[in-house]
């Protein structure tokens, strides 16, 4: 997720905005991002939590597939079920490599004449190579004239609906398109927080007027990418280059889930993906390591990188953090890695922080029960 130091990192589309609000900025995913605005990280995430919070993800990457078979092209390269995804909906998946690696987490919504997949910002250009290799006749188009900007939080349904009333009868993963001011807006309710709230994608020169709309209502603040990290970590959801990379498999991931029951072993349509032998076998066999909730003792939190070692060994390190930080929910750190698979719940294993053995306990993810309008 580094910034390459040898570009300028790229504006986005609300940048003059974002300098209005007073946040500042930091090259992220080669662009420049708004980290916070002034009244904090740790405030951003409590109104996110507690009313609803306005996120510019602009730097994500927003693909479009077309043309008859692009769904069954689409299983080809993730192991999900494209092909039933009903217009209107939409669902999580992951690219792989030939190794089981995740090469990329993404969103698929079924927009009838179109298929449209959100991919993260910093890898997109690598998986366009993925999806142009993999499929040649559907021509993935990685869309430049189009904002994304997310709602997320209890208060979100209100106040996305003085502005597009329909949105009040979509429920979680529903995706539709709408009109605004004679703007198309491509609008999904799911997001990246834990809440309940919505992604909006709209062309870029209906971007800051749509966002000016949504922050006029009262419950409504901008929100940078410290309290974006902090509440999908406390709400357990994995973070691209950090707790998913190309060496990790989305059963070691604990993103079994996502692998629906028609591509597994006796399914309909098993196997036929990238990766397939390792991943149909770790389904059977189970995998050698887990993604698990971490909470550090003490008020310490546990950074990316730290190790982890058996309690009282001095031996070599059994586990490592992923993503950590400050859980402003829970009230305490809290951290996610992997640890060998059939590790228990309440483990308590000892984490190296700048020299230091300081204990930590395995816990189920997630921290924060997810709140989503089903």
């Known amino acids: 997720m580094s910034q390459d130091a040898t570009h300028d990192p790229i504006p986005l589309p609300l940048a003059a905005l974002h300098a209005e609000l007073g946040a500042r900025m930091v090259p992220f995913a080669g662009h420049a991002m708004p980290v916070q605005y002034p009244m904090g990280v740790m405030a951003e995430h409590v109104h996110t939590r507690t009313h609803a919070g306005l996120f510019d993800v602009s730097h994500m990457g927003q693909v479009v597939l077309e043309g008859d078979g692009a769904a069954a092209a689409l299983e080809r390269l993730a192991p999900m079920n494209a092909v039933d995804l009903p217009a209107g909906r939409q669902r999580y998946g992951v690219l792989l490599n030939d190794r089981g690696g995740i090469l990329d987490d993404l969103m698929v919504a079924n927009h009838g004449e179109r298929l449209v997949l959100v991919v993260n910002g910093a890898t997109k250009h690598v998986d366009m190579d993925v999806l142009r290799a993999g499929l040649p006749d559907h021509a993935p188009r990685l869309l430049k004239d189009r904002a994304l900007l997310a ?86 959801m994995p973070l691209y280059g950090q707790d998913l990379t190309p060496e990790v498999t989305p059963v070691e991931a604990g993103l079994a889930w996502s692998i629906p029951k028609v591509r597994r072993e006796g399914g309909a349509r098993e196997g036929g993906f990238a990766g397939a032998e390792r991943i149909l076998g770790e ?40 993503s950590g930080g400050f859980g402003p929910t829970v009230g305490a750190p809290v951290a996610m890695g992997y640890v060998p698979a059939g590790t228990a719940a309440g483990t308590v294993l000892m984490g190296d922080v700048r020299g230091r053995r300081l204990p930590v306990a395995v816990t189920d993810l997630p921290f924060h029960t997810p709140r989503y309008k089903r």
């Open 151 to 236: 709602l997320q939080g209890p208060a979100a349904e209100d106040a996305l609906a003085t502005v597009v009333p329909a949105v009040a009868s979509m429920r979680f993963m529903d995706a539709a398109s709408n009109d605004w001011q004679g703007a198309d807006l491509w609008i999904s309710r799911s997001g990246y927080t834990g809440e309940d709230g919505f992604e909006v994608s709209l062309p870029v020169d209906a971007a800051e007027p749509f966002a000016r709309a949504l922050l006029a209502h009262d419950a409504v603040a901008p929100i940078g990418l410290g309290a974006r990290d902090s509440l999908r970590l406390e709400a357990g």
């Open 283 to 322: 389904l059977t066999d189970g995998p050698s390591r887990i993604r698990v909730g971490l909470a550090p003792r003490g008020r310490a939190p546990m950074r990316a990188g730290t190790m982890l070692y058996a309690d009282g060994a001095a031996t070599a390190p059994l586990g490592t953090v992923t």
